[in-house]
């Protein structure tokens, strides 16, 4: 079992900018891929950024690549998201994931953040 908790969203301005933390417990050395998704109002949930637990290979949708930058502490087992000239579309609630070596699904999930960007 992997625990992961998300912070760090709020309101903010269109421009403005925000990172958001994803903390994991239990069988980290187990898992192989963390990725962040975002789910607005009436849409589906969508891939946002992953990467590699170990480091390096980081992957973004093209929605947000230039703007976002995924990264990972492995001493405090934490996955960050920094979002940088963040737009209105952005605004969702966004969900850290947790992919595990012996998957090809993102088995875990942490209770989700709520970013709200005004224009």
């Known amino acids: 079992q992997v625990q992961l908790v998300e912070s760090g969203g709020g309101l903010v301005q269109a421009g403005d900018s925000l990172r958001l933390s994803c903390a994991a417990s239990?069988?980290?050395?187990?898992?192989?891929?963390m990725g962040w998704f975002r789910q607005a109002p009436g849409k589906e949930r969508e891939f946002v950024s992953a990467?590699?637990?170990?480091?390096?290979?980081?992957a973004y949708a093209d929605s947000v690549k230039g703007r976002f930058t995924i990264s990972r502490d492995k001493s405090k087992n934490t996955v960050y998201l920094q979002m940088n000239s963040l737009k209105p579309e952005d605004t969702a609630v966004y969900y850290c994931?947790?992919?595990?070596?012996?998957?090809?699904?993102?088995?875990?999930w942490g209770q989700g953040t709520q970013v709200t960007v005004s224009s």
């Open positions: 990467i590699n637990w170990s480091g390096g290979s980081p």
């Open positions: 239990g069988r980290t050395s187990s898992v192989y891929v």
């Open positions: 994931a947790a992919r595990m070596y012996t998957t090809y699904n993102y088995d875990y």
